[in-house]
């Protein structure tokens, strides 16, 4: 049973990090460079509500293989690593949550009126925040992974 909570988690973070990883350093680059307005964000905002989807199934994972793992030990018996990841998460959780919430739905509801400024500044935050997030992942695995 262990083994398959830690694929599970395994499995919604490398999905979430590795989304980000592209979106960061591929989709976005190749979308500017590639593409004009209004193309550039009718593609980031169909591939991000693509991958949002799966960052909520990841979550669910994520939690769900977390606490899995952690109630059998006790929270107070827990690796202090494990309570580090457990926080980075909740607080990686909470700012997808605000992005998926605040500026990507402000941003479809602009696209679909062709307000490609507002589109714009709220695609730039969400590169903000998601840049913030992935930072955070980094982190938690390091903590997990060094941190004995």
């Known amino acids: 049973?262990?083994?398959?909570?830690?694929f599970?988690?395994?499995?919604?973070?490398?999905?979430?990090?590795?989304g980000m990883a592209f979106v960061l350093f591929?989709?976005?680059?190749?979308?500017?460079?590639?593409?004009?307005?209004?193309?550039?964000?009718?593609l980031l905002l169909a591939s991000l509500q693509r991958f949002f989807s799966l960052v909520w199934l990841s979550i669910v994972l994520l939690l769900a293989s977390g606490l899995g793992m952690m109630l059998p030990v006790g929270f107070a018996h827990a690796p202090l690593a494990?309570?580090?990841?457990?926080?980075i998460g909740l607080v990686m959780?909470?700012?997808?949550a605000h992005i998926f919430f605040?500026?990507?739905?402000?941003?479809r509801r602009a696209a679909a009126r062709q307000e490609w400024a507002v589109v714009a500044a709220s695609l730039q935050q969400m590169h903000t925040l998601v840049k913030a997030n992935f930072t955070l992942g980094w982190i938690a695995i390091a903590i997990v992974s060094l941190w004995r």
């Open 102 to 107: 605040a500026p990507f739905m402000r941003a």
């Open 93 to 96: 959780m909470a700012l997808f």
């Open 26 to 42: 591929s989709l976005r680059p190749a979308a500017f460079a590639e593409l004009d307005v209004p193309q550039r964000p009718r």
């Open 82 to 87: 494990w309570h580090a990841m457990f926080g």
């Open 1 to 6: 049973m262990a083994g398959l909570l830690i």
């Open 8 to 18: 599970l988690h395994l499995l919604g973070a490398i999905v979430w990090m590795g």
